[in-house]
T-cell receptor, first 114, second 112 residues
Framework: DAGVIQSPRHEVTEMGQEVTLRCKPI?????LFWYRQTMMRGLELLIY????????DSGMPEDRFSAKMPNASFSTLKIQPSEPRDSAVYFC????????????FGDGTRLSIL | GQQLNQSPQSMFIQEGEDVSMNCTSS?????WLWYKQDPGEGPVLLIA?????ELTSNGRLTAQFGITRKDSFLNISASIPSDVGIYFC????????????FGKGTLLTVNP
């Protein structure tokens, strides 16, 4: 079975540019999560979708960050304009709805903003 | 917000040795999870714990949900080189069926 698929795996861009990260959750999972991982802060939840609807975006750092989930099989995380401090590994995870449902992570996008 | 203290930060051991790592929280969790992350990959779930006092094994791995609900440990017995990686604990508070707080991780190196 295919796991969570993220693209691109690596992204290097100059500050000020728009960055779009993509995620395809596991089929049948209706919860989707975007995380950011840095050495300083570890893994942090940015936003949580349930049935394509954003439920908790309290972790989104600022207005430069936005996320969408137009359908059950696709989500994007966009940063515009990007800044060097946005450099991190961004993970998408998905799970079935309900308690005790484990989150399955993609392999992440390593983002470097120069 | 809730804080998770994971220790040790790193460990260097010889192949065949047993390993223990733990996480403590300033508040109560209803679920404890242990993940492993290999370089260039996402975290993979190893063990999930749902009840205080629960002791669960997965092969050479054993984890326990502390009685106080504020701590958990993970043991790895007879370590092998492929155990190398970063191990994360994660806790889920009551009242949430999705929010996870992650520890900062334990980097494990196994010398063959």
């Amino acid at each position: 079975d295919a796991g969570v698929i993220q693209s691109p795996r690596h992204e290097v861009t100059e500050m000020g540019q728009e960055v779009t990260l993509r995620c395809k959750p596991i089929s049948g999972h209706n919860s989707l999560f975007w995380y950011r991982q840095t050495m300083m802060r570890g893994l942090e939840l940015l936003i949580y979708f349930n049935n394509n609807v954003p439920i908790d975006d309290s972790g989104m750092p600022e207005d430069r960050f936005s996320a969408k989930m137009p359908n059950a099989s696709f989500s994007t995380l966009k940063i515009q304009p990007s800044e060097p401090r946005d450099s991190a590994v961004y993970f998408c995870a998905s799970s079935r709805q309900g308690s005790n449902q484990p989150q399955h992570f993609g392999d992440g996008t390593r983002l470097s903003i120069l | 917000g809730q804080q998770l203290n994971q220790s040790p930060q790193s460990m260097f051991i010889q192949e065949g040795e047993d390993v223990s790592m733990n996480c403590t929280s300033s508040s109560i969790f209803n679920t404890w999870l242990w993940y492993k992350q290999d370089p260039g990959e996402g975290p993979v779930l190893l063990i999930a714990l749902y009840k205080a006092g629960e002791l669960t094994s997965n092969g050479r791995l054993t984890a326990q949900f502390g009685i106080t609900r504020k701590d958990s440990f993970l043991n790895i017995s007879a370590s092998i080189p492929s155990d190398v990686g970063i191990y994360f604990c994660a806790g889920q508070p009551g009242g949430s069926n999705y929010k996870l707080t992650f520890g900062k991780g334990t980097l494990l190196t196994v010398n063959p």
